[in-house]
């Protein structure tokens, strides 16, 4: 099936430092993608290739099942990595000004203004100029102007940035029911914690190219449950010596068990009631930092 969204091989360098190289990747309609990577891994010019910002050296975007055209950018809304607000605007004059620019009239832009701003839990800020907000209230009405015109597709770079854990999961839920309405999300992050309750799918980039790509759902269950969360009492340091284990980490209440490759975890948990009273024992999936991390290292290899 086609994607909303496809970059096909698509290829940057600048001043002879190559940015991104040949990446390809598709998104499926109605979808959360995330565009994972360290800084510098390329994710961002990746984004302004998809944009048209920039022209890729090679390669092609294909958008909506077409060749790219930037008619269809109508229907398209972008959160660029930095602000470009107008900070001695107010507020909902800032925003009515974007949505006219997106062919809405006066009264309906006033009207769809409103209720995100009351989605978004700024009611009390609607009258305030642009530059009285903190960063994180300028990332939540830069976000707002990204889907005003109710796109198809969304695109974010970093949108959790300068969010505190509040606000940031406030975002992350309207995210989730732009999905359940149908809409294409694509979002850059290189905090990866942020992508485990939001993605269906990811591509993981680094030093622009994709180390790993797919389902989320389909990458972690390849990965197994290399890893044991378990609570005992006791002194646990004797589980350094058993064969099966490879690193044992203290995480405060838990401690965390990273098993050697095809080990039996019933080995190690016959280890630890020999010795302590086990309280919790738990198989566990790696986390998204822990693939990208041993992705990285087969890629270097």
């Not at 660029?80 to 062919?103: C, I, Q, S």
């Not at 002194?235 to 995480?251: H, K, M, S």
Request: glycine share 8%.
């Amino acid at each position: 099936m086609a994607g909303t969204i496809e970059a096909q091989q698509i290829s940057k360098s600048f001043n002879g430092q190559q940015a991104v190289q040949n990446l390809s990747f598709s998104v499926p309609k109605g979808r959360i993608y995330g565009l994972l990577g360290p800084n510098g891994a390329g994710k961002t010019t990746t984004i302004r290739m998809l944009m048209d910002i920039i022209v890729p050296d090679s390669g092609t975007v294909i958008l909506f099942g077409e060749p790219f055209r930037r008619e269809a950018l109508s229907r398209v809304g972008y959160l660029p990595e930095e602000r470009g607000l107008y900070k001695k605007m107010n507020v909902v004059d800032m925003l009515v000004f974007l949505a006219k620019l997106r062919g809405m009239d006066r009264p309906t832009a006033q009207r769809t203004v409103h209720a995100w701003m009351h989605r978004l839990e700024m009611d009390d800020w609607v009258k305030k100029k642009v530059e009285e907000l903190s960063k994180g209230m300028q990332q939540k009405l830069q976000f707002a102007g990204s889907v005003l015109h109710d796109p198809d597709l969304i695109i974010l770079d970093e949108p959790f940035t300068g969010l505190d854990p509040v606000n940031a999961n406030l975002l992350k839920k309207i995210m989730l029911e732009l999905e359940d309405a149908g809409k294409t999300i694509i979002f850059s992050t290189h905090q990866m914690e942020q992508v485990e309750r939001l993605c269906d799918g990811i591509c993981l980039v680094n030093k622009g190219q994709s180390v790993l790509q797919g389902s989320l759902k389909e990458i972690k269950r390849g990965y197994g449950t290399n890893t044991i969360l378990a609570g005992v009492e006791g002194d646990w340091n004797f589980l350094r010596g058993v064969a099966e284990v490879r690193e044992v980490f203290d995480t405060g209440n838990f401690i965390q068990i990273k098993m050697q490759p095809n080990a039996d975890p019933q080995v190690i948990l016959k280890a630890m009631m020999e010795k302590l009273r086990v309280n919790h024992f738990e198989l566990t999936e790696p986390s998204l930092e822990e693939i990208f991390i041993q992705a990285v290292g087969k890629a270097a290899a």
